[in-house]
């Protein structure tokens, strides 16, 4: 066989196995709701949008389909696989177990940013909270990457310590920002809003949001798995890393930027869901091993499963109330998390 | 393949580390690199395997320049072996040596059978074949050395560079792995602290202070006058009763 015969050969395995499993998942957020839809009803909307089939829906029944649901599982699959291989990729990079996406001051900012529009009235009501978010993120992981670059004059060796801790700064000081913006400013519906905000709301995702956040998710997968064995080689630092042929420099700009750029869409499109990037990729490696090539498709596809399943929960766990999915990602998580750490710890004996 | 280095000199906040050193190590000769803590062996290493820019002087590697070569072309030709690499990923032994092939590894050049019986050869010759589906965090500090080194051999390399290799290892795994590296037909430099390790090399480099103090045989380059003045300790030549080669004594002064 080929050596790009063999490749292919291996993506096309993988893909089988994993895009049931998505479909299922996608399918699954369209029927579970307030009101339950039965699996036929969402075919027949499927067939009557996609190939426009004309089969007798219900409107009200295919506009929740359609409009509400589907969009929402889908930015929620592409939500958490995304999240999920950022904290892949820079617990990898930075050689830190507690490295997840918002290391990078990303969720910060864009929280700074929201209120900034939301609260603070920048931009006088024609910018949206989403744009401000974006922005605030980009600003944030500016301003990290700049303090980060300044203090790891001294070469490669201490660069991951210098970006955790520039990343730490960083979020610390926008953190603030979003803190005195509340206090000056806000009254008590906006604080309850934006702090519902911060935990994840997907209420407002359509159509466009996919449009966004779909090939957004499958570019950053791109460019991250093509970096799967050099991430495999910085499993004894970045010396290491160098010595065996890694460009580092060139792979932790490229891999910081591609990560940073996705999760600040993902926050400016669904707020600062927490949990998924930091314990996700810890239950993928349980179930797979350290090895990246493996790694990032098992976490990929856990972070967008459990992603679109806590959305679910989230929808019905309380009648005619939705709760923050950051809230239920945790209270789901947490617990799955701790009998996968008890049980791994076992199996290592 | 034949390593150079030239008048290099290597300084990091403001601190001289290394000062102008020249040497050059023939192709397969063993050359080993002695001298106190601090003396700069490890610095020469970096320097060697391009891990750090001089900041004076350069490297040639087959008469070309390490600058003008990418990284990737440099791993394909050195391996290093560095002191205290650890990890706290649970990866397996062979997952260790199997790294070492990423240098020759690519899209359009994915692991093959040949890869595998590197990884196999290279494990063979650490001895640690019965080791390799055993977790890193399993393994002595011994075993984890020698995996380092068979990372290394797996990577095929021209140039072989090891930083203390032989500690944490038995004295029957330390004379193995240096028999090991003499045996092998790659140019290699060894930075070692046992003095009677380094006679069994074909030249000696003397650091001290950041300098190339002695470079010769190891009877030249460890005369005991030399080695007693550098290291502050009271050196000489003994031989034992069997009449096998002379090796080093030493006291305090």
């Not at chain 1, 995304?82 to 969720?107: C, E, F, K, M, T």
Request: charged content about 15%; proline content about 4%; some cysteine.
């Amino acid at each position: 066989m080929s050596a790009a015969a063999a490749i292919t050969w291996q993506g096309v395995k993988g893909a089988c196995l994993a895009l049931p499993v998505l479909i299922a998942a996608v399918l699954a957020g369209a029927m579970i709701g307030e009101t339950a839809l039965a699996p036929d009803l969402v075919l027949s909307v499927l067939a009557n949008k996609l190939a426009g089939a004309g089969l007798p829906v219900d409107p009200i029944d295919q506009g929740i389909i359609w409009s509400y649901r589907l969009p929402r599982a889908l930015v929620a699959g592409a939500c958490g696989a995304a999240l999920a291989v950022a904290g892949v990729v820079l617990q990898a990079l930075l050689r830190n177990a507690l490295a997840d996406p918002y290391i990078l001051g990303i969720s910060a900012g864009a929280s700074t940013g929201a209120v900034a529009v939301t609260i603070a009235g920048l931009g006088g009501g024609a910018l949206s909270l989403s744009f401000g978010a974006f922005n605030g993120a980009l600003l944030a992981f500016g301003f990290v990457a700049i303090l980060a670059r300044a203090a790891g004059a001294g070469g490669s060796r201490a660069a991951a310590a210098q970006i955790v801790l520039a990343g730490i700064a960083g979020s610390q000081l926008f953190n603030a920002l979003t803190a005195f913006i509340i206090a000056k400013s806000a009254n008590a519906d906006q604080a309850r809003g934006i702090m519902f905000w911060l935990m994840g709301n997907m209420s407002g995702v359509r159509w466009p949001d996919v449009w966004l956040a779909v090939p957004l998710a499958l570019a950053g997968w791109g460019v991250c798995r093509f970096h799967a064995r050099a991430l495999d080689a910085f499993t004894f630092g970045t010396d290491s890393a160098a010595s065996l042929g890694i460009p580092v420099r060139q792979v932790q700009v490229v891999l910081i930027f591609a990560t940073a750029l996705t999760t600040a869409v993902m926050v400016s499109i669904v707020g600062s869901i927490g949990f998924v990037g930091l314990v996700i990729p810890h239950a993928a490696r349980f179930l797979v091993g350290p090895g990246h090539r493996r790694l990032m498709p098992a976490a990929a596809l856990t972070g967008a499963v459990f992603l679109i399943g806590a959305d679910i929960v989230s929808r019905i766990i309380i009648p005619g109330q939705v709760l923050p999915i950051g809230v239920v990602t945790a209270l789901i998580g947490a617990p799955s998390f701790a009998v996968i750490l008890v049980r791994g710890r076992r199996a290592a004996r | 393949m034949k390593i150079e280095a030239r008048s290099l000199s290597y300084s990091i906040r403001g601190k001289l580390l290394l000062s102008d050193v020249s040497l050059t190590v023939q192709p397969g000769e063993t050359l080993a690199l002695v001298g106190p803590n601090g003396s700069g062996k490890s610095t020469l290493m970096r320097l060697l395997a391009g891990l750090a820019r001089p900041s004076q002087g350069e490297v040639l590697l087959a008469e070309k320049s390490l600058a003008r070569l990418t990284r990737r072309e440099v791993a394909q030709r050195t391996a290093i072996v560095e002191q205290q690499a650890d990890t706290a990923e649970r990866i397996t032994a062979r997952s260790v040596v199997e790294l070492g092939r990423t240098p020759w590894l690519s899209a359009l050049r994915p692991w093959s059978g040949e890869d595998s019986q590197h990884v196999e050869n290279a494990l063979k010759t650490v001895e640690m074949e019965g080791f390799a589906s055993r977790e890193w965090a399993t393994l002595s500090g011994g075993e984890r050395q020698r995996l380092h080194i068979a990372r290394a051999l797996a990577q095929r390399p021209g140039l072989l560079l090891l930083d203390e290799p032989t500690n944490h290892l038995d004295i029957h795994h330390q004379l193995s792995i240096l028999n090991c590296i003499r045996n092998l037909k790659v140019t290699t430099v060894v930075a070692l602290h046992d003095l009677n390790q380094a006679l069994m090399c074909d030249r000696v480099a003397v650091l001290s202070g950041g300098r190339l103090v002695a470079l010769g045989t190891p009877q030249q380059a460890l005369a005991p006058e030399m080695v007693s003045g550098i290291f502050g300790i009271k050196a000489r030549w003994v031989e034992d009763a069997e009449g096998s080669e002379p090796f080093l004594s030493f006291h305090l002064a």
